[in-house]
């Protein structure tokens, strides 16, 4: 089973910055890609970042604003935000994929609030 710490959310005004860091822990596994993904009331939950190996891949609506980065040692992922926009207010979840002997998954985080006032 895989924990999760998430931090670094909360509110900022538009055009302000906010980094975000998840740190997964557990055992016997092993996470080949972790990323982030966000929900705003009312609306479907979407791919914001995501980080493997040897790629990043991005929404649309966050390129050039939003960097995605791994710690492998640590398995943690940050997520640096910049030019904030208020449509960016949302729950941010982080995910790992990850892989034991016997099978493969995905598990979230418990979410972490970003408001951002215009």
């Known amino acids: 089973q895989v924990q999760f710490v998430e931090s670094g959310g909360g509110l900022v005004q538009a055009g302000g910055s906010l980094r975000l860091s998840c740190a997964a822990s557990?055992?016997?596994?092993?996470?080949?890609?972790m990323g982030w993904n966000r929900q705003a009331p009312g609306k479907q939950r979407e791919l914001v970042a995501a980080i493997t190996s040897g790629s990043t891949n991005y929404a649309d609506s966050v390129k050039g604003r939003f960097t995605i980065s791994r710690d492998n040692a640590k398995n943690t992922v940050y997520l640096q935000m910049n030019s904030l926009k208020p449509e960016d207010t949302a729950v941010y979840y982080c995910y790992a994929d990850v892989r034991t002997a016997f099978s493969r998954s995905r598990s979230w985080g418990q979410g972490t609030q970003v408001t951002v006032s215009s």
């Open positions: 557990g055992s016997d596994f092993s996470i080949y890609a």
